[in-house]
């Protein structure tokens, strides 16, 4: 006779199972590693670059970690690789990871190792009124609709730089 469990679960204990075992097939034995990318490797480490892989070379001790990255940030984080390592050491407890590889495209196809690796965009100040005010007065000649706000906007970020 099964038992059943009664009364609410977590989410987080439902799938547990499952995350663990597609985890699994990438050799991450530490789901931790992906869940909590960004504490492990920091923030900053975090956002050029990505685990795909733990794979185990077949004459040496210890695993070999891919990351994936982009090429501008490869250099950079090819500096940091021993702290690095050292970090995902501490996930897993003991000397886990003897290497880490860094991978410029996906090991097993373009669709899978896509990950957003772009900087935060940048937040541009609307422009005062009385630069838009004279913007518009600049093209007001324009009888073209679609011309006429392009000048605008260019005026106004003309006359906003010039002002600085």
Known sequence: MAKFRKGPRRVSALVDRDIKRLSEKRGFAESRLLTHWSEIAGAETAALCQPVKVGFPRNGFGAVLTLLTTGAHAPMLQMQLPKLRERVNACYGYNAISRITL?????????????????QPTKRAAPKP???????QTAAGVSDDGLRSSLERLAANIISKQRI
């Not at 410029?104 to 772009?118: D, K, L, R």
């Not at 009385?130 to 518009?136: F, G, K, L, N, P």
């Open 130 to 136: 009385e630069v838009v005010a004279e913007a518009r």
């Open 103 to 119: 991978t410029q495209t996906a090991p097993t196809g373009f669709a899978e190792g896509q990950a957003a690796f772009t900087a």
